[in-house]
């Protein structure tokens, strides 16, 4: 097997085996935080020695989840709720939620009563995080998720250590947004295989995966492509369904550039390595923009999508609609109209992490592929 | 959240409370009109944003919630709902959103019209829906959004950093509307604007208080209509005014024995939840037909804001019910269960608000075993029609009621 397919094994293993990877840092004797979407400072979690674990559900039935959450809370609180619930974050230290949007505060107060073992940090986040006092609130906020996890783990923090994680952190980032224009160059890797690049991220260490995603790159620099896709660019929280992105393999769509919450949304902005560490982690979320779960009054996040499909040379945005999800609902109908303004076609596809047929979605994107 | 007025008939009394919150209404909506017609820049505004800055800058401001809510009252939800959805609006977003998006597209509704805004007012305490929501009228119509950000409290305290941020928000939103509309703020002025607030405040928390006598001189159905006066004139003498006179004939009523529910009270429970307004005369009927009251609610508390100082003042607004974490938001809801005597539960679960149903099925199974009350729940919809159906209902308060008569028949 070649080096590049290799690597692309260990990524969809990585990817596909969360409670492997758990249970492995647990055995190694490591404390591990699951940590909610949209946003939560990993960098602190890690500068503690702790392994932070991205916790954004599964596509799993939902049985337990429905005694705390009404139908219409998105699939992702629902099912990290249910695998909390059924004891699949057993050995966990704590779960750090941010209360971005109106479903993460209210999994975090089902939380508390659903899945009593395992304890509750919030995350307040402000809105207004630009000014100085924002950025205040963000770094009170810090301090108390430090104070949270020294009770949690009895593990100390100190801001060399932070200065140290941040670092690491900026550099994840660096190769991550390389890796996603290298791959605009490579049709050849699926729509699948991209996802698992992105999701594993979540489940080891930055520094680990930051090695492993430059030996892919320059695997993947060896490789000469002799077929071409039809580009697009996705958007959305999440694109992680099988079933979805199969379709996109099928039809010959290729991802060139995403505008999605849990792949290239997450590392955009470094930390500025020349602020004291805490503070340069409260700077960093203050300068963090086009999201929808981010006050945006000029809808900036609108035409950033459109920049990214013509940067790109995309042909057409492809809109992933979490169901349920009304921060993203409501952008839709700006994104779609910058993008109409653009002449860039959109299409809508409703995900859901329960649903395993994507026939329509299929059709759609058939249709989609006649504009053309 | 936010509440709909209803239409003055002349037939009341123009001494009465009704009379005089009613006009309320009318005169709001009409002093925003002839305040846009005078050329003055007017505002749309959150129900829970602090009021006390536009009374004391003298701005004239409207309630997209209470016109919302109007207008699903008076049967147009579904019609201004599916211009919204026209517009690629997903109808799973909160119903108040897209009936005022699509107002804002239209521009003229006549179940409850508003003239469009120069700027609008954002308050988050109430939910993160409403940011988006407003987010997307500022770049619609090109106008300036100010948001005051109070986010949602996972403690029981309002901490002091939470108040540093919301305090100087609050002055930056001053500056921002000054120079927006061009008028001065007075501190002077502002003394005035918190002792009127605090007097209307006190007047509708104790009038409201009321449902706590056996039995209630109020149909606590009241309350929702008037609570459009408590969102949208709290700084104004005439609120003030006109609830205490409301209070007035509360005393009155229960020294005389009468009630505005006009069926004997046979139960009295607690409602959770915003009024399903397209369905008002068959979630009423549906009780009153049964004995039931609605004597405990946690809205009239939502808009009682009484404090000391600028401090309380911004205290007050991080403590409103849906910016309060579970334990908080129970233990009040609690308190008001016992102070009442309800002796049910009846949720409902409102489809457009995720924050609010969000952790109310283990709220309220805690306040079900704490106040040994039976909790029931039906789904509905603050104002889409499609979302509620009327034999669940039906079923779900007479599941209700057998239990209260099973544990009246134990208690005897
Ligand atoms: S998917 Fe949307 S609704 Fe669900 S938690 Fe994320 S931002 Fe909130
Ligand atoms: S989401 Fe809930 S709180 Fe927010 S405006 Fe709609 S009904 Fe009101």
Redesign the interface.
């Known amino acids: 097997m070649t080096t590049l397919n290799k690597l692309l094994d260990s990524f969809h293993e990585i990817a596909s085996s969360p409670k492997k990877q758990l249970d492995a840092y647990l055995s190694e004797g490591r404390k591990v935080v699951a940590c909610v979407p949209v946003y939560t400072p990993e960098e602190l979690i890690h500068s503690m020695g702790l392994v932070p674990m991205g916790a954004w559900g599964g596509d799993i039935e939902l049985k337990e989840s429905k005694k705390y959450f009404p139908a219409f809370i998105c699939s992702i609180m629902q099912s990290i709720l249910e695998l909390g619930i059924r004891g699949e974050y057993s050995g966990i230290s704590a779960i750090v939620v941010p209360s971005l949007c109106d479903s993460l505060k209210c999994l975090g107060q089902n939380w508390k009563y659903a899945v009593k073992d395992i304890p509750f940090i919030p995350v307040t986040y402000p809105q207004n995080r630009k000014p100085d006092w924002g950025k205040e609130l963000t770094k009170v906020s810090y301090e108390r998720i430090i104070r949270d996890l020294e009770a949690a783990t009895g593990v100390i923090f100190s801001q060399d250590a932070l200065a140290r994680s941040n670092k690491i952190y900026n550099e994840h980032n660096e190769a991550m947004r390389k890796l996603s224009e290298v791959l605009e160059q490579h049709p050849s890797i699926t729509a699948v295989q991209r996802r698992d690049i992105f999701k594993s991220a979540y489940f080891m260490e930055k520094e680990e995966h930051t090695a492993l995603v430059c030996q892919f790159m320059e695997a993947l620099s060896q490789v000469v492509e002799t077929e071409s896709k039809l580009k697009v660019i996705t958007t959305g929280i999440l694109a992680d369904s099988d079933g979805l992105l199969k379709i996109f393999d099928e039809h010959g769509l290729q991802i060139v550039g995403d505008d999605v919450a849990h792949e290239s949304r997450q590392y955009r902005i470094d930390v500025n390595l020349e602020l004291e560490p805490l503070e340069g982690l409260a700077d960093k979320f203050s300068r963090m923009d086009h999201c929808s779960v981010l006050y945006d009054p000029e809808k900036k996040r609108a035409g950033y999508i459109v920049d990214l499909a013509k940067k790109h040379k995309a042909s057409g945005v492809v809109v992933l609609i979490t169901k349920f999800c009304d921060p993203e609902e409501f952008d839709y109908v700006t994104v779609k109209r910058a993008c109409g303004e653009a002449g860039i076609p959109v299409i809508q596809i409703e995900v859901d992490r329960q649903i395993v047929n994507y026939e329509q979605a299929g059709t759609m994107i058939e249709t989609f592929k006649d504009m053309f | 959240m936010g509440e709909g007025g209803t239409k003055p008939k002349f037939t009341i009394d123009p001494d009465s409370a009704k009379f005089k919150l009613n006009e309320i209404v009318v005169k709001h909506y009409k002093e925003v009109q002839e305040a846009k017609d005078r050329g003055e820049k007017i505002g749309w505004c959150a129900s829970n944003f602090p009021q006390e800055i536009f009374q004391t800058l003298g701005i004239k401001v409207c309630y997209p919630e209470n016109q919302a809510a109007a207008i699903a009252a008076r049967g147009a939800g579904q019609r201004l709902c599916e211009i919204s959805e026209a517009?690629?609006?997903?109808n799973?977003?909160?119903a108040y959103?897209r009936i005022s998006l699509a107002h804002m597209k239209v521009g003229e509704t006549p179940e409850q019209n508003m003239p469009l805004p120069d700027f609008v007012l954002c308050c988050?305490n109430i939910?993160?829906?409403m940011?988006?929501?407003?987010?997307?009228i500022?770049?619609e119509l090109g106008i300036?959004?100010i948001?005051i950000?109070i986010?949602?409290?996972?403690d029981y305290e309002v901490?002091d950093?939470?108040v540093?941020?919301v305090r100087?928000?609050f002055l930056?939103a001053v500056e921002q509307l000054e120079e927006i509309t061009g008028k001065k703020w007075s501190d002077e002025k502002f003394r005035e604007v918190m002792d009127i607030s605090n007097r209307t405040s006190r007047a509708w928390l104790e009038a409201t208080s009321y449902t706590k006598y056996t039995p209630s001189p109020l149909n606590g159905f009241d309350l929702l209509n008037h609570m459009a006066v408590a969102v949208c004139a709290r700084g104004t003498i005439d609120a003030a005014e006109a609830f205490e006179t409301l209070l007035e004939e509360y005393k009155k009523a229960v020294k005389e024995g009468t009630s505005t529910f006009r069926a004997e009270e046979k139960y009295r429970i607690m409602f959770e939840g915003i009024a399903c307004w397209p369905h008002l005369r068959a979630t009423a009927t549906g009780l009153k037909s049964r004995g039931i009251n609605m004597v405990a609610t946690i809205y009239a508390d939502a808009f009682g804001f009484i404090y000391d100082d600028f401090d309380g003042l911004i205290r007050a607004y991080c403590n409103v019910p849906n910016a309060m974490?579970?334990e908080h938001a129970r233990d009040k809801r609690e308190a008001i269960v016992k102070n009442t005597n309800a002796e049910g539960l009846l949720v409902h679960?409102n489809?457009s608000c995720?924050?609010w149903?969000?952790?109310?099925?283990?709220?309220s199974r805690q306040i079900g075993e704490d106040c040994q009350i039976p909790v029931t729940s039906f789904d509905g919809d603050q104002a889409d029609p499609r979302n509620f159906s009327e034999a669940q209902y039906e079923t779900r308060v007479q599941g209700l009621m057998e239990i209260m008569e099973t544990n009246k028949g134990g208690k005897d």
């Open positions: 517009e690629g609006y997903s799973d977003i909160c959103a988050n939910c993160n829906c940011i988006k929501w407003y987010e997307n500022s770049k300036p959004m948001l950000d986010p949602f409290n996972p901490s950093a939470q540093a941020y100087s928000q930056a974490n579970l679960t489809r995720k924050l149903s969000g952790f109310m099925y283990e709220m």
